[in-house]
T-cell receptor, first 114, second 115 residues
Framework: DSGVTQTPKHLITATGQRVTLRCSPRSGDLSVYWYQQSLDQGLQFLIQYYNGEERAKGNILERFSAQQFPDLHSELNLSSLELGDSALYFC?????????????FGQGTRLTVV | AQTVTQSQPEMSVQEAETVTLSCTYDTSESDYYLFWYKQPPSRQMILVIRQEAYKQQNATENRFSVNFQKAAKSFSLKISDSQLGDAAMYFCAYRSGLNNNDMRFGAGTRLTVKP
């Protein structure tokens, strides 16, 4: 168990709908990263938050948005969903400094758009 | 932004043999960290090994070791005595040591282990 919790594990929704993916980072981790992984593809970096502030942005579509709340959990909002948005969405967290330098990953949310 | 390149989409190794997965990265930073993650069919991302850029000594974790060439910006993963359970996607990752802690991944290498 990595300590990073993502909900829901699976989500099936129709095109045009909006969904929210939730991530609870490891206790004490200030950074949260969101990645998208389409079938048999690599990890596409979407966005990163650090202690509530946006720190880095990748290839995130305008239909997608995210935020990190004061309790450090994060949400990724996907709207006007298209078939091509079907993917595994990972959240990862890390702490700045300290013993651990790597990012710890959640189990992912598998989104299916029908 | 930093880029990570894995030039081998697929690799194959015979059980008990050794295989090396390649990774190169591009950065202007001097403080950073490098990682190899393993993604088995369960899709869980599992850390295999980490390397701090300021350390000259190559990291080793049991059968896994890296060849870190800082000047060449190369970070390869060597798997010795390959086992069937090593079959997975392997991702190379770069994390900035600056405050933004930006973290990027390569496209991945799919490793097949033949019995």
């Amino acid at each position: 168990d990595s300590g990073v919790t993502q909900t829901p594990k699976h989500l099936i929704t129709a095109t045009g709908q909006r969904v929210t993916l939730r991530c609870s980072p490891r206790s004490g981790d200030l950074s949260v990263y969101w990645y998208q992984q389409s079938l048999d593809q690599g990890l596409q970096f979407l966005i990163q938050y650090y202690n509530g502030e946006e720190r880095a942005k990748g290839n995130i579509l305008e239909r997608f948005s995210a935020q990190q709340f004061p309790d450090l959990h994060s949400e990724l909002n996907l709207s006007s969903l298209e078939l091509g948005d079907s993917a595994l969405y990972f959240c990862a967290s890390s702490v700045s400094g300290g013993t651990y330098t790597e990012a710890f990953f959640g189990q992912g949310t598998r989104l299916t758009v029908v | 932004a930093q880029t990570v390149t894995q030039s081998q989409p697929e690799m194959s190794v015979q059980e008990a043999e050794t295989v090396t997965l390649s990774c190169t990265y591009d950065t202007s930073e001097s403080d950073y960290y490098l990682f190899w993650y393993k993604q088995p069919p369960s899709r869980q991302m599992i850390l295999v090994i980490r390397q701090e850029a300021y350390k000259q000594q190559n990291a080793t974790e049991n059968r896994f070791s890296v060849n870190f060439q800082k000047a060449a910006k190369s970070f390869s993963l060597k798997i010795s005595d390959s086992q069937l359970g090593d079959a997975a996607m392997y991702f190379c990752a770069y994390r900035s040591g600056l405050n933004n802690n930006d973290m990027r991944f390569g496209a991945g290498t799919r490793l097949t282990v033949k019995p």
